[in-house]
């Protein structure tokens, strides 16, 4: 009775209609599980015989790469099928979204999900499967890897699968940041090399930059922090109506602004206005530097002592001379560049006779100064530095005439686009300037070789710690290699130049002196001889420029910090050292610029490149 009583309180629930369809029909679920483990069971111990077989795993799965091939015409039904389910789901996904508004339509949730399921599926372990790229039959198994589309890889794509990964990744890694790299790039052009960290100066300067609208002043700022705020707002053209006002205070000597091209006639009236007792005042690109401006300062008598404006090209001669009469007693030192036909020969003679305190004068690109203005330069008798560079053509006889008067007392000297300076002028230098610290005498065709080795042999003057001598060369076309007489600056001289002011020389510049030979830059740039102080070099377009000399760069120069060898095509492969820029090499596979980082002898296998 207990067990017809227990089978009585049996209690049944109602059963569903796919359970009363499957007892109907004699199906079993639980024979269809028991069917479906028992073939995966089969499945895998047949894998596992064949792998035991044959000795490893990795082989068993290239085996059974080939173990199964399709027939064509098995391959090209499967195929067939494939794309006409994927386009009817496509076609029933595209038509149920066109409908507007019925974002919960249970038919379009439907097909989206059945394409999903299309796709997404995968294999179980021992079934079959075709390999996403090469499309090979293998089968598949606990470690097929999935290919960039969602497919299963065999054996051999999935190590190439691998293989790329790990390169990319690596690449990845090594690649630096594309805008800091840029930024980089960019310091090293203007010859900012910075080592290791930048200094928490530079941070705080580049976010004053970055938020410039928000800064009311910069206060009690030393000078050299206005100089390099003013670089930084001109080179980002910020430097406006609005950001000048942070660079005045009452109270200040010194205007020194980089780029004024977006000031006004009346912003360069308000800096006297803010600051009435500026004795130094350096603006550049000023335009709108005009009459109006030179008649406040006459009238407000600004004691401006050191005077320096580039483009300032619309300022008359008149006012030039009026200038000159009212305010030139005080003048020290006077900077004009780009003045085109703004200041001509009359207004030089009242420049001259007016400002007898000149010790610093620099005048360049002037298209109305000629020998005349060379002539009234020897009455400037306190001269010690001078920068000319006229467009118009001047004998070598006024420059020579000029030298003679004033040289004694010159510290630096530059003169640009003198074409018609010969020997004669080399010479008086040689015996007239014997205390010149810096010297730039650029674009000449008609000094030769012999010229520039007399003037460095047995010179009184000491070592130059800055050498000029770009562009020195001949420019016949019917003899590229150069005269008879060896015009431009040559072996010769060039050897003359180092031997004289190498131990001193902190900069030189030699670039398109192309006739100088490899044996004397390489005679010069030996790993042996050493040059302690040159940190900036120029050999661009100095066309015997190999790999192995500026290798000897590198070693004979200890403290050199920039070199820039534009247009030299025999130099390529060059290991930089640490904290040095090397620019302008031709190598395509690499950025203009390469910063060293090599801290080991860049020259001790190079030696074999001399020997």
Known sequence: MSGRRTSNNRIRGPQSALTDFLASNNISAAQISADYERRRREAQQQAEQEAAANGTIAEEEEQQQDEREETALQKKK????????????????????????????????????????YSKSKPLPGQLENCEKCEKRFTVTPY???????????????????????????????????????????????????????????????????????????GDLPENLFKRLSEIFSKRRVLTTRTLDLFLRPNMDVVDITDCGKLETQDYIKIFSFAPKVQTLYLQQAGQFKDEVLDYIIERDVPIKHLKLYAANLITNKKWIEFFARCGHRLESLQLKWLNCSLDDEAFAHLARRCPNLKRLKIKKSFRLGDPALQDMRKLRKLEHLSLQFKESTSATNLVDMLTAIGHRLRTLSLEDFYYADDSVLETIHTHCTQLEKLRFVDNDVCTDTGYANLFANWANPPLS?????????????????????????????????AHSGPNLKTLM??????????????????????????????SFVKTMDTPIVAGIFKSCPRLKKLTAFGCFSVSDVMVPKGVALIGVPNAQDSIIQEGGYDFDVVSSAGQWYM
């Open 466 to 498: 800055f050498i000029d001598f770009s562009s020195n060369r001949s420019i016949d076309c019917d003899k590229p290699e150069g005269t008879e007489d060896l015009t431009g600056l040559s072996t010769t001289g060039f050897q003359a130049v180092m």
């Open 78 to 117: 499967r195929k067939r099928a494939e794309e006409k389910a994927l386009a009817k789901i496509k076609e029933t996904k595209g038509s149920k979204k066109q409908k507007k508004g019925k974002k919960g339509d249970p038919d379009e949730e439907d097909s989206d999900g059945a394409l999903a399921m």
């Open 510 to 539: 030699i670039p398109s002196c192309r006739h100088i030979s490899r044996e004397g830059l390489a005679n010069v740039w030996d790993g042996k001889r050493e040059y302690p102080c040159l940190k900036t070099a120029d050999v």
């Open 144 to 218: 097929s890897k999935t290919g960039p589309e969602g497919g299963l890889l065999c054996v051999k794509c999935s190590k190439e699968q691998e293989t790329q990964r790990k390169k990319d990744d690596k690449i990845k890694k090594q690649a630096a940041p594309r805008g800091r790299q840029r930024q980089k790039q960019s310091n090293l052009l203007d010859g900012i090399v910075h080592d290791g960290a930048v200094s928490l100066q530079d941070l705080c300067l580049k976010t004053i930059a970055d938020n410039v609208h928000d800064v009311d002043e910069f």
